[in-house]
């Protein structure tokens, strides 16, 4: 059946291009691929450049002139779902009523300075041959820390500041942690959980307090960090480093510090993004498909900013729970600061109540001590020797497939990650705590016995019959995602004593065809098996007992957490849960 939808669709589409210049060719052919939904020209041409760059450019013809009404801009980039031909979909989106509206869609080869330069000046004709005489008022854009859409967006858009997001700021941090082998000792040492937090809230103070910010951490924690290992208190100085090097140095307090700022991240964009690519299907879909996905995108996103105008100009779509108090918090947090004499004493206060709403996203994926790239960063995890074997590519039926690369004899482009080399500060005093013998490291600190796994993995495998598989423990569940808490004989009602797992018996072959009994399994006093409908339908391991108010979406409440501290967006509607009942079962 699915082939044959799949036939049926590719019958009234046109042929899969194989080439950028072929798929320009041909969606110059069709219409249908080149204006709106609702009407207006989508696609709006092509963009190269010197250096072999191409991309793709779409602009929302409804969205465009919104542009004009805001003082802020977002961007990022994915590249999940994207056609063959390109590295990456990069978004600008509009920032109004708490929300974020792209307008601007661009298919693009290459991550360069020259292209981004290219596209967005594109961008900028196609808005000036429309609406001459409306000018633009963009003050800031939110991005992530990518070098090439700063210096872009800053000459593209004159007067404007490029603002680093918190959140691509704050898991940077958390890398080097992981790389350096802390993350252990962040979670089980009180004093490198202080320092890594007070790091990572230096962004929120004024730009002009984050240097005396990161020297008074390094003064206020030296004693305490000498009662640690040598290898901690090394760990922590080239942390120190990098830190000075690259975010006081390179990219300068201006272009990460959030004080004050009304965004301080650009998560909304990487919700879209991640909104889009489930509508994709998690798959690389074919020209015509993407095109098409993308149109139904941007008439869905053009509806909801007409949806929010209708309401008024001074409309704010409500924020979770969880983002109001932490926004109340960072805000009481810069009223005390300012109204203090803002001296040495004040910023250690600042950095001390900041810790309480501090914390690193502690579930980035970690692969031999290493954190991976979040979207629109480097594919590599970031200090990697060998390159890393990415998981297979998934296509669509119908979807050309490359031959021999991935990129159609385009070569990859650096990326300019978010950690650079490291370099110490040369005014400020080098050691945070003097290690009692110094020790020369060559490479990132490992506590976590990477080089043992490592070795022992280069080994040979073992001949003969090998090992018998375990049986799991009495105390685990049937399925092995929970311990069942132990009772004496049990007391079950009817309702409850039909859940009870039944044993498996019968009669199974022997190695030497002859009959044998299986053994039933033992009939553990007080263990019963969770009835499959009062499981959480998110994680499938947790009771319900939580609700979604008004959707009534049951789940369990470590799932209701996590989607409340998130984007607070009910997995069951796609709309904000205003509210959560916990249900007493």
């Not at 960090?225 to 208190?233: A, D, K, M, T």
């Not at 307090?253 to 004080?259: A, H, I, K, L, Y």
């Amino acid at each position: 059946m699915q082939r044959r939808i799949q036939r049926a669709k590719r019958s009234v589409q046109p042929r899969i291009p194989t080439t950028i210049d072929e798929a320009e060719e041909l969606i110059m052919e069709h219409p249908e691929y080149k204006d709106a939904f609702e009407g207006g020209v989508f696609y709006q041409g092509r963009v190269q450049t010197a250096d072999g760059g191409d991309a793709f450019v779409f602009i929302s013809p409804k969205l465009l002139p919104e542009i004009a009404q805001t003082i802020e801009l977002q961007a990022d980039g994915t590249f999940k779902s994207l056609p063959l031909f390109f590295k990456q979909l990069f978004t600008l989106h509009v920032s109004r009523f708490g929300q974020v509206y792209p307008f601007a869609f661009v298919l693009m080869n290459k991550k360069t300075r020259q292209l981004y330069d290219a596209v967005l000046d594109k961008i900028l004709t196609v808005y000036d041959d429309l609406y001459p005489d409306v000018y633009l008022n963009v003050e800031r854009l939110m991005s992530d820390f990518e070098n090439a859409i700063q210096s872009s967006c800053e000459q593209a858009f004159v007067g404007c500041t490029c603002i680093g997001c918190w959140f691509h700021y704050g898991q940077a941090i958390w890398r080097r942690v992981q790389k350096y082998g802390l993350t252990g000792a962040y979670r089980s040492i009180p004093t490198v959980c202080r320092i890594v937090k007070e790091m990572i809230a230096l962004a929120l103070l004024p730009a002009d307090a984050i240097l005396a910010g990161f020297q008074d951490i390094k003064n206020t924690h030296r004693e305490d960090l000498r009662r640690e290992s040598v290898e901690i208190q090394a760990a922590i100085k080239r942390l120190m480093d990098y830190y000075y090097g690259y975010w006081i140095d390179t990219i300068t307090p201006e272009g990460f510090s959030v004080f004050q700022m009304p965004n301080r991240t650009n998560n909304l964009v990487e919700a879209w993004h991640r909104w889009f690519n489930k509508r994709c299907g998690g798959s690389h879909l074919n020209f015509w498909d993407f095109i098409h996905a993308l149109k139904e995108s941007e008439n869905a996103k053009m509806r909801d900013y007409q949806a929010d105008e209708i309401k008024g100009a001074d409309y704010i779509k409500p924020k979770t729970p969880f983002q109001r108090r932490r926004d109340s918090q960072i805000a009481e947090n810069e009223r005390l600061y300012l109204a203090s004499d803002r001296k040495a004493e004040d910023i250690r206060n600042f950095l001390v109540r900041a810790r309480y709403f501090t914390e690193p996203d502690l579930s980035a994926p970690v692969q031999d001590g290493v954190a991976l790239h979040q979207e629109g960063h480097q594919d590599q995890p970031e200090g990697a020797v060998e390159p890393v074997v990415q998981p297979r590519r998934r296509y669509l039926a119908g979807t050309a497939r490359p031959a021999t690369s991935l990129d159609n004899g385009v070569a990859d482009e650096p990326v300019n990650p978010a950690d650079p080399v490291e370099n110490a500060d040369p005014n400020v005093s080098a050691d945070v705590a003097v290690p009692a013998t110094p020790t020369e490291q060559d490479g990132p600190l490992d506590v976590t016995g990477a080089d043992v796994l490592e070795e022992t993995a280069n080994q040979p495998a073992p001949t003969g019959r090998g090992h018998r598989r375990r049986r799991p423990p009495a105390s685990l569940s049937p399925g092995g995602d929970f311990i069942l808490p132990p009772s004496r004989r049990p007391r079950l009602d009817p309702n409850t004593a039909a859940i009870r797992q039944a044993a498996p018996s019968g009669t199974v072959r022997g190695r030497r065809g002859r009959g044998r009994e299986t053994r039933s399994q033992p009939n553990v006093r007080g263990r019963t098996a969770p009835v499959a409908a009062l499981l959480c339908s998110v994680c499938k391991v947790n009771p319900k007992n939580t609700v979604f108010y008004p959707c009534g979406f049951f789940l369990c409440n470590n799932c209701s957490s996590n989607i409340r501290d998130g984007d607070g967006i009910c997995p069951h509607c796609n709309e904000h849960a205003e509210e959560s009942v916990t249900v007493i079962m």
